[in-house]
């Protein structure tokens, strides 16, 4: 029709064309996996983003194609990010904490055509290079001086650069084309890719950029500590430059010491990480006589990828002034789907009460639409108190994986099956009770684990806690609580469930508490239940 509005393509390319023209001053921090600490900016940034778009296009990369990172968050992975999709090629970012194995599957699924790794990673990548059958070129994410002898052929990223123009006309495409491609973890069976399009990355970062978003804006100066190999960083790095937020990223080091100083040193106002990462960082804290938090600026911090403990939340809040978004989300809604920011009505209540609701994993943002179901498929009410089966649809979330890897996802109406059990409120926070396959059923009842593993690591003895159902002649399945306690800490099994007994419904006390040294953890920081519930299988629950 005349005179509608303009149909510009929602292309990442028009990121940082726009963060360069309007704020080209803003700092980029990274570490790097040689060391030194980079300072630069969203100019510069640019110019190397377009010497790498040149780089890929000599290298004979056509749009369509992938292109593999398997590296830590540094200026040039995220010049990664803007080249690889600018061009209309996607980038597949591999998580290097998960078994080669399953690297070795996924890129050779992908059919991955170039393989950038950073220097720590050069091990590893010699091992799986004869494995690599698509893979043309590796490039090491270093210079001349630093390249990895043991990869073969390898060449360094910087020599690559070098030799191209630092400007570029970005193409214009479709914005509905593939932009990057991230797998799942694959707890059960391969892992699945999930396909972002430049039109799903750009609404998405116009919601982190909303108030009742994650508020991110000019006025940030981000401690990405998500890994940009995990679900896009959740996204910050396409919604940092489209606000011009400054970006600081940790490189390899993710300590709680190192994430510490680099917070006070580049004045970080917000940061966004699992919870493992949290305890790390509070642990920092309480192993440091005389530290001074006073200069810690941060103001908001995003906590997602597993519940976020209560006490992270109050601690954050009370000893920091931090405020806490709880956020859901899972790969295939790129990720973030629902944020915990409080509302109105919840100014006047007293603080413990706010801290229940930031305990929760938040409502949904614009864009998406979220119900729960029964057994039967039909819509649970939305009272708090019944749990079913969370299903998600919205324009950033995946309509199936990669090559049409487990068939038709959707129904009828669109939604997709998150695999996730929840309860929804009548202010349309959601709380989840359990993953599908890790939900315990109890004399037809159902016991939430999250619920059960969060009040038991609210004890001041126990670190890490996991909850699993085994088999039970009467009730057909009972909660047994495994725990993993602080270091010099003492909390023996009657005092845990005395613990406990003031905290959940009776009938969800479990039937006992086994002691264990460590958990079993997923690539992503997860607890891995299916290993879990392996190596209990033989455990005879107390009659
Ligand atoms: P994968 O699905 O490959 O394990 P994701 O990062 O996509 O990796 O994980 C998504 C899952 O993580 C969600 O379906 C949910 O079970 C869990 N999860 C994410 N955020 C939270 C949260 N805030 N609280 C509890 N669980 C969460």
Redesign the pocket.
Known sequence: MLGLMQDRPLLISSLIEHAVRYHPDVEIVSRTCEGPLINTNWRELAKRVARLAHALRRLGIKPGDRVASLAWNTHRHVELYFAVSGIGAVLNTVNPRLFPEQIDYIVNHAENRILFFDITFAGLVAGLRPKLATVEHVVALTDTGHLPREVEGAVAYEDLLAREPDAIDWPVFDERQASALCY??G?TGNPKGVLYSHRSTLLHSFMVCTADGFRLSSADSVLLVVPLFH?NAWGIPYAAAMCGAKLVLPGPKLDGRSLFELAVEEVCTFSLGVPTVWLGFFKHIDDTPGLDVSKLKLERVVI?????PRAIIERFRRDHGVFVL??????ETS?VATIGNLLPAHRDLPEDDQIDIQAK?GRPVYGIDIKITGEDGSELPRDGSVSGDLKVRGPWVASGYFRGEGGNVLDAEGWFA???VARIDAEGYVQ?TD?SKDVIKSGGEWISS?DLENAAVGHPAVQEAAVIGLPHPKWQERPLLIVVRKPGAEASREELLDFLSERVAKWWLPDDVAFVDELPH?A?G?LLKTKLREQFRSYTLPA
Not at 304 to 308: L, M, V
Not at 326 to 331: I, L
């Open positions: 799942t973890s707890t679900v997602g990828g597993s519940a976020a709880h956020a859901w989300g899972m790969s990720p994993q998150t695999g996730d989840l993953r999250i997923t992503t997860k």
